[in-house]
């Protein structure tokens, strides 16, 4: 059971939007930054979204991230078939004084 | 160009001791915080452990219950984690992980993985 909650999976077809949540507590998102990671299988995972919502050079801006209180979403626009990944939550707890990731979510774009 | 590049992985009978290294070059290794983060066959990232720049801070996951020892030499840019008392939930693709002075779980690079397969 991880820390940070998001949905296992989610879809779409290409072209169109997906968001993706990662919800958490005071002592996590609401208190410390949220990033984002791109995972393709086989291999390491790569930073998408760091400090709530920046985007590091080379990440296109169809990835954009928000947050608000103790929820982080991120969202892709334009959706293509190369995004077909796991993205995970990822975030400093406080309280707990450890690291915590989401479960991650597996994208498919139909 | 940030490297991160990780060995010492392989296969360790239950009750096992093995040691991970951590190789960092392109950029001042003592000035990051670093992480160790794990990821089970099929499953999610767990982190595992993270330590500061100069050593003051570490933080071990909970699940570990002291059987994990992370340490780093920035004469040598390099980060350790000694793993005791290996159980077959151990094995698991070991990543070492940049995070940032001001923020630990600000992962910016990830190095490619050591895989660690705990069976007998």
Known sequence: QSVLTQPPSVSAAPGQTVTISCSGSTSNIASNYVSWYQQFPGTAPQLLIYDDYNRPSGIPDRFSASKSGT???????????????????????????????GGGTKLTVL | EVQLVESGGGLVKPGGSLRLSCAASGFTFSSYSMNWVRQAPGKGLEWVSSISGPSDYIAFADSLKGRFIISRDNTKSTLYLQMNSLAAEDTAVYYCARGQPYHIMTIDYWGQGALVTVSS
């Open chain 1, 71 to 101: 929820s982080a979403t991120l969202g892709i626009t334009g959706l293509e078939t190369g995004d077909e990944a796991d993205y995970y939550c990822g975030t400093w707890d406080s309280s707990r004084r450890v690291g915590v990731f």
